[in-house]
């Protein structure tokens, strides 16, 4: 392959799928990109994950259909993979329960406050989260979240018996956030899709958590005000620049909080009506707390889950979700009909920023004058699950 | 014994039969796991319950349980359904 890169910067995406993990690599222009993989074909590889603390590092949480969950960590930016020798996994329940906790999958990766190296989380299915002190190569549950009533299997607002728990989504229960207070690396959030799902927040390292819910609506439970938990934030993020400033795009809206209030605010009452605010990925500009963008889904009628329309486009709001402006120049504009899941929208940190996305077509499509075009980078790859950027140094 | 294993299992062993020793085949995973680091969680999960898609033969019988029995000429087939698109 053409070195086109060698000089400038280049920008890295790792795209994740059902079948394997692609790299699309450009120099900082951002006009070409080239792709390349598959890495562990066949496996479901669920999230990529750079290092920014240190650039070389990858680590990947992959499964098969029918293989156990695992994670693979590479130093030298994938060249060599070593698996991890201890993967996220529930304590062992010896009185042979039948219903005790194992980890389908792990969901999510995240890496720890940057003065904490070698520090790791990972989200799992059925909700969970796990901690690596050690790059990643084995992990621990934090019992304070994992024996919680927050990682109950029950459903808050059922008192009868005879009422099952259903996963909380198609591929089961999943702790698919966790946020760093990057001034307080013991101050914690987490979100869960889960019968007790919800967002929480802990201010001793993961020992106690409490829920942050209030002023998010829960449109599938009778009287969603008087609940803790029970609620479906799909993503959660923090402003790096700004942490006191919570967004979420949920099943049911955009929110957004500024703590120490205790209230989210629908933000996403100011999308157009023919719309809607239900997605499931959020992304924050890097250097601007106001700035955010979303991938809006069909959730009318009986939740078709795709374009709206068959007409995709990211909404951008500049205003902290006073206002929100339409992003589909370069993308198609009609039927086209697919869905970006929670972990397959990433930005980078380049001025003006990178906006970039995996559809379940197979398609990556990406801007780079934040939003307000788009081309289509690689297509025909399988179904996206998660989409990260990496920038290295020339 | 020999112990044949399935294919999506051979990035560990790097050969479709393998040599390991238990007395049961609790056991037997666990060697296998010491000399291909990785390959018992892929195939057992941590409540030590065989993963749903993967089948376990003795002798060409096929078992359900880790605590069977195992004698040195015993042949034992990990095997894995495979279904999906």
Redesign the interface.
Known sequence: MADTTRGKPEIRLLVSTKKGLWTLTSDSDREHFAIEGPEFLGHIVNHAVPDPRDPRTILVAARTGHLGPTIFRSRDLGKTWQEASRPPAFPKVEDGDAKARAVSHTFALVPGHPSEPDLWYAGTSPEALFRSEDGGDTWSGVAGFNDSPWASAELPWASEEGVEPTPGTPDGDILHSVVIDPRDPTHLYVATSANAGGVFESRDRGESWTPLNRGCDANFAPDPEKMEVGFDPHCLQAHPLAPDQLWQQNHCGIYRIERPAERWERVGDNMPAEVGDIGFPISLHPRQPDTAWVFPMDGTDVWPRISPGGRPAVYRTRDAGRSWTRCDRGLPDGQAWFTVLRQAMALDANDPVGVYFGATCGEVWGSRDEGDSFRCLASHLPFVLAVETMTLPA | MKVFIAQ??RSYTNAAEVEADGQDLSELLLDLDRRY??IR?????????M????KFFVNRQQVGRLDVPLAPHDEVHIL?????G
């Open positions: 999506p299992l680091p990785g969680f892929r195939i057992i999960d941590e409540q030590e319950r993963r749903q898609h993967v894995q359904a495979l279904s999906g």
